[in-house]
């Protein structure tokens, strides 16, 4: 990236990957150094807990499936990623219904169904996917946006607790916005 930042005499970088597309945005940070060029990132807000909702946040992947092995839940709905399934493969005594746009690579549990199926969803058709499958708890990577966020309004509305994994932090030093104006504005200015 650094090479082709410099062959294209690029004067700004603005870094709007997916809120966990860490190794990207830690490139796009080291590519933009090499070569002197500033660079923003634009993060879509976060989700927040609000009344109602029974979260845990934690750290990480491995955090979730930790957590989900230590408490009393039968039926998990994962909605964090096809490449984030070999992390749960350890869990036992648990069916996993895991939701992807692609199909996964293996290893994936044997204990888990693969849903493939894009959004955006509405809150009646989360609420009816979480009775139907008669699931626990929600298990699901703070990736903010509309498109995804009527599972966390299904899961209050169902009582149902959600381990939420929280972002990694973005490259040291690199200024971070919310909003696609802002970014546009800072890139021609």
């Known amino acids: 990236m650094a090479d082709w930042l410099a062959a294209e ?9 997916h809120p ?10 080291e590519a933009s150094a090499r070569n002197g060029v500033p660079l923003l990132l634009l993060r879509r807000p976060g989700w927040h807990e609000g009344p109602g909702d029974a979260w845990q946040r934690v750290p990480s992947l491995e955090e979730a499936a930790a957590r989900l092995a230590g408490m009393p839940v039968e039926r998990v709905f994962l909605t964090t990623g096809r490449r984030s399934l070999p992390v749960f493969t350890g869990l036992s005594g648990v ?8 199909p996964p690579d293996a290893p ?17 058709g989360e609420r009816a996917l979480i009775r139907e499958h008669r699931l626990d708890v929600l298990v699901t990577k703070d990736s903010g946006g509309e498109m995804t966020a009527a599972k966390l309004a299904a899961a209050r509305e169902l009582g149902l607790p959600v381990i939420m994994v929280d972002r990694p932090p973005p490259p040291p030093g690199v200024r971070v916005v919310d909003a696609v104006a802002v970014a546009a504005a800072w890139a021609q200015g």
Do not use: Q
């Not at 005499?9 to 990957?17: P, Q």
């Not at 966990?20 to 940070?29: D, E, L, N, P, Q």
């Not at 069916?95 to 692609?102: C, G, K, P, Q």
């Open 20 to 29: 966990f597309a860490a190794r990207m945005s830690a490139s796009a940070a």
């Open 95 to 102: 069916w996993l219904l895991a939701r992807s746009v692609d």
């Open 9 to 17: 005499r690029i004067d700004a970088v603005v870094d709007a990957t």
């Open 108 to 124: 994936v549990p044997a204990n888990m169904h693969v849903l493939l199926d894009r959004g955006p969803y509405t809150v009646e």
